[in-house]
């Protein structure tokens, strides 16, 4: 019948609208993002990004317990654009650039295993549409979403062009080195990885060359850090931490009912693309049959899986973990929700795509200014307290910040220690017994406390306190902090 054959636009003008006009409004919400001032996360890895540009390693000269993917992810941004943005602009630009070229890339995707093909130009509105119509400041260049667009292209790899193109060995290879980059960004999203290649590897036949190029990338990484110098530290950080982390680092109030307040934030959020991708499944046996399809569905449920398990710490933006697996579905939603609907269904699923962004707009947009202006406070203030970092009679050298990295930002120095002042309440006990050696050895120029971690450092490192009293004057005090001085 008619409406089961919905055609692609042939001429030139339907292809414009096709791809011009979902990408348009992508543009359009992601423009007031563009200039969003740095939070401390955001921060912390910028000042990563370009450590790796002046030539230092991570996890040896610089040390976070974040994997090292943002950190080269930043330091890209920052190469390619920081010769004529800040670095805030730098980084929101190329994530811009990735969410639009993955929009339509999933679009063209998708377009082969639709019912109805021309639906697939709601993709870039289900992905980069609602990950900006949606995000405030602090969620911008997170790590939890910056994978998504990896796994999906790894998963196209892995199951085939379309549900009748198989994979072959070298399109399979590729997709396991392309699904290794969520160990590099995310180590807890390996469970994804693993579940997308058996699905393929089952169905196509492919697992070996799959597992293959995937063990091929980690130990391609491995051997890179142990040539550099920096296997230390990456196995600190893979290995030894996490299974540390769970004896010695204290979870945060709250734990599962923490998570359950999270996940009706994200509903509240991101409930309109939720309802439309449940729709996919009342076409289940069809979602089954597509393996691009079911990878998605199984992304979902093993992501939801491994963040229940992690009740040790849940905020708000590791649901950015579903933007990708939430959006793709909701596609596939439209298309199911159209089926019902006959001659009129392409129009029903349109507009319900459009509500879905419409309704994320108007909740979260009103809220988005007064977000944007409240970090640009927060901002201009620390920039105020380190004034006197900058100015020409202030003792040269380093420093160190126990508090958030914005302040080494506005310091405009570098960081005294390799490893950085943002995450002590999570550090191990072997961390904090190096510390007070090590900032006796490094002697910084001036050491910030924030007031959060006056008791954290008692309590954990009473020399460290000490040394700030024996070694150091109080130079600056207020509300938040204190600024310690070297003794000249």
Same mark, same amino acid.
């Given at each position: 019948?008619?409406?089961?054959? %919905?055609? #692609?636009?042939?001429?030139?003008?339907? #292809?414009?609208? +096709?791809?011009?006009?979902?990408?348009?409004?992508?543009?359009?919400?992601?423009?007031?993002?563009?200039?969003?001032?740095?939070?401390?996360?955001?921060?912390?890895?910028?000042?990563?990004?370009?450590?790796?540009?002046?030539?230092?390693?991570?996890?040896?000269?610089?040390?976070?317990?974040?994997?090292?993917?943002?950190?080269? !992810?930043?330091?890209?941004?920052?190469?390619?654009?920081?010769?004529?943005?800040?670095?805030?602009?730098?980084?929101?630009?190329?994530?811009?650039?990735?969410?639009?070229?993955?929009?339509?890339?999933?679009?063209?995707?998708?377009?082969?295993?639709?019912?109805?093909? *021309?639906?697939?130009?709601?993709?870039?509105?289900?992905?980069?549409?609602?990950?900006?119509?949606?995000?405030?400041?602090?969620?911008?260049?997170?790590?939890? =979403?910056?994978?998504?667009?990896?796994?999906?292209?790894?998963? +196209?790899?892995?199951?085939? $062009?379309?549900?009748?193109?198989?994979?072959?060995?070298?399109?399979?290879?590729?997709?396991?080195?392309?699904? /290794?980059?969520? &160990?590099?960004?995310? $180590?807890?999203?390996?469970?994804?990885?693993?579940?997308?290649? &058996? %699905? /393929?590897?089952?169905?196509?036949?492919?697992?070996?060359?799959?597992?293959?190029?995937?063990?091929?990338?980690?130990?391609?990484? =491995?051997?890179?850090?142990?040539?550099?110098?920096? +296997?230390?530290?990456?196995?600190?950080? !893979?290995?030894?931490?996490?299974?540390?982390?769970?004896?010695?680092?204290?979870?945060?109030?709250?734990?599962?009912?923490?998570?359950?307040?999270?996940? @009706?934030?994200? #509903?509240?959020?991101?409930?309109?693309?939720?309802?439309?991708?449940?729709?996919?499944? =009342?076409?289940?046996?069809?979602?089954?049959?597509?393996?691009?399809?079911?990878?998605?569905?199984?992304?979902? %449920?093993?992501?939801?899986?491994?963040? #229940?398990?992690?009740?040790?710490?849940?905020?708000?933006?590791?649901?950015? !973990?579903?933007?990708?697996?939430?959006?793709?579905?909701?596609? !596939?939603?439209?298309?199911?929700?159209?089926?019902?609907?006959?001659?009129?269904?392409?129009?029903?699923?349109?507009?319900?795509?459009?509500?879905?962004?419409?309704?994320?707009?108007?909740?979260?947009?009103?809220?988005?200014?007064?977000?944007?202006? *409240?970090?640009?406070?927060?901002?201009?203030?620390?920039?105020?307290?380190?004034?006197?970092?900058?100015?020409?009679?202030?003792?040269?050298?380093?420093?160190?910040?126990?508090?958030?990295?914005?302040?080494?930002?506005?310091?405009?120095?570098?960081?005294?220690?390799?490893?950085? $002042?943002?995450?002590?309440?999570? *550090?191990?006990?072997?961390?904090?017994?190096?510390? @007070?050696?090590?900032?006796?050895?490094?002697?910084?120029?001036?050491?910030?406390?924030?007031?959060?971690?006056?008791?954290?450092?008692?309590?954990? *490192?009473?020399?460290?306190?000490?040394?700030?009293?024996?070694?150091?004057?109080?130079?600056?005090?207020?509300?938040? $902090?204190?600024?310690?001085?070297?003794?000249?």
């Amino acid at each position: 019948m008619f409406f089961f054959e %919905i055609p #692609l636009p042939k001429n030139i003008p339907g #292809l414009l609208c +096709w791809w011009v006009l979902p990408t348009s409004i992508v543009l359009m919400l992601a423009f007031p993002h563009i200039d969003s001032p740095f939070t401390g996360d955001q921060a912390l890895y910028a000042y990563g990004g370009q450590s790796i540009l002046n030539g230092e390693l991570i996890y040896r000269d610089f040390v976070d317990i974040k994997h090292p993917g943002v950190h080269y !992810y930043y330091a890209l941004a920052l190469l390619l654009f920081s010769a004529f943005a800040t670095p805030e602009v730098s980084v929101h630009l190329l994530e811009l650039v990735i969410w639009i070229c993955f929009g339509l890339f999933v679009q063209q995707v998708l377009k082969n295993r639709l019912l109805y093909p *021309a639906l697939a130009a709601l993709a870039p509105l289900a992905l980069g549409g609602a990950y900006y119509a949606t995000v405030g400041p602090g969620g911008l260049s997170q790590i939890e =979403a910056l994978p998504g667009p990896i796994i999906c292209i790894g998963a +196209w790899l892995a199951c085939g $062009g379309t549900r009748k193109v198989e994979s072959g060995v070298a399109r399979s290879l590729l997709a396991g080195v392309v699904l /290794a980059g969520v &160990v590099v960004f995310h $180590g807890h999203m390996i469970a994804v990885a693993i579940v997308i290649m &058996v %699905i /393929a590897g089952l169905r196509h036949g492919n697992l070996a060359a799959l597992i293959s190029g995937f063990a091929a990338c980690i130990a391609a990484i =491995a051997l890179l850090f142990v040539f550099a110098g920096g +296997w230390a530290g990456l196995w600190d950080v !893979y290995i030894t931490y996490p299974f540390a982390a769970g004896d010695e680092v204290p979870a945060e109030p709250g734990g599962l009912m923490r998570v359950r307040w999270n996940i @009706s934030g994200y #509903l509240y959020d991101f409930g309109p693309w939720v309802l439309l991708a449940s729709f996919s499944v =009342a076409r289940f046996p069809k979602l089954l049959k597509d393996t691009f399809a079911l990878q998605h569905l199984l992304w979902g %449920i093993v992501a939801l899986l491994t963040m #229940l398990l992690e009740t040790r710490t849940s905020w708000p933006f590791h649901f950015l !973990y579903f933007i990708v697996p939430v959006g793709v579905l909701a596609v !596939y939603g439209a298309d199911a929700l159209a089926s019902f609907f006959g001659r009129t269904g392409r129009f029903v699923a349109v507009g319900a795509g459009l509500a879905a962004l419409l309704a994320a707009v108007l909740t979260q947009w009103v809220h988005l200014a007064d977000q944007h202006q *409240a970090v640009t406070e927060v901002n201009a203030r620390i920039h105020s307290e380190t004034e006197f970092l900058r100015q020409a009679d202030s003792m040269q050298g380093p420093v160190y910040v126990f508090g958030s990295p914005v302040y080494l930002k506005e310091s405009g120095r570098r960081q005294a220690l390799p490893r950085n $002042g943002w995450g002590w309440e999570v *550090a191990l006990a072997s961390h904090w017994n190096k510390l @007070s050696e090590q900032l006796r050895d490094a002697r910084p120029a001036y050491v910030y406390v924030s007031k959060h971690y006056d008791s954290l450092i008692l309590n954990n *490192a009473p020399d460290v306190m000490e040394l700030l009293v024996n070694d150091y004057e109080q130079s600056s005090v207020n509300a938040h $902090g204190k600024w310690y001085s070297l003794s000249r």
